[in-house]
């Protein structure tokens, strides 16, 4: 046990617009009690302002860093890569740029061996971590990523509607994401920033805009 505890979590994974971005999160132990005041919810049960008060609380304690894939570059990497694999690059990625320490990972995929092989592949072997689904809603310090994501996820999107247009939240379930991405007109300015691999765009795509996309479940994140 070391004293030093860090979390990873994303924002942005099931989003048709925008970039996905991946936060780590790390403090020292005896700062969990304010980890536990501050994080103690994640960032999907939190409201806008919430998130960015909880997060001026956290910066005081926590480090955070993070990287941020851009739509165009998923389009490219997505070729060749699944969306969990390129989920696990870049956690571990972030893992390399931090000392040791006890690391918890909200894991993108169904089994924890399945995530372990990918991350042994981009080269986390020596390091300890654990990882679980939810574990964002589990552990204050994954919850803290969770915040920082959701907040750079956010305002890069609020960046890309100031260039473009307003699109909604960039999920397919938002219907003036859905609206946005059947106008021909918007289509065109929004399109470096849309995800042309996902599933989602591509029935929506096939669809007519009457028609009721409620209980579309993409299958992206396989």
Avoid at 3 to 30: H, K, M, T, Y
Avoid at 120 to 129: Q, S
Avoid at 188 to 206: D, Y
Avoid at 209 to 217: K, N, V
Wanted: charged content about 35%; some cysteine.
């Amino acid at each position: 046990m070391t004293n030093i505890i860090a979390g990873i979590d994303e924002a942005g994974r099931g989003p048709v617009i925008g970039p996905l971005v991946v936060c780590c999160a790390s403090c020292r132990r005896e700062d969990e009690k304010n980890l536990k005041k501050y994080a103690s919810k994640d960032s999907k049960q939190l409201t806008k302002n919430e998130r960015e008060e909880a997060y001026a609380k956290l910066r005081s304690f926590c480090t955070f860093r993070w990287l941020e894939i851009s739509a165009a570059d998923l389009n490219v990497m997505m070729k060749t890569a699944s969306l969990n694999d390129i989920e696990a690059r870049t956690m571990a990625e972030l893992i390399k740029r931090i000392g040791e320490c006890d690391i918890m990972i909200d894991m993108p995929d169904r089994y924890s061996w399945t995530f372990r092989g990918r991350m042994e592949a981009f080269g986390i072997k020596n390091k300890k971590f654990e990882a679980e689904h939810k574990a964002d809603e589990n552990y204050p310090i994954v919850a803290a990523a969770s915040i920082c994501a959701k907040i750079i996820r956010d305002n890069k999107i609020e960046e890309i509607k100031k260039a473009t247009c307003d699109f909604g939240s960039g999920y397919p379930s938002d219907p003036k994401t859905r609206a946005a991405l059947m106008d021909k007109e918007k289509i065109k300015i929004l399109e470096p920033f849309i995800r042309s691999k996902w599933k989602t765009l591509e029935r929506l795509m096939q669809k007519k805009l009457f028609e009721d996309d409620e209980g579309d479940q993409s299958q992206d994140s396989q």
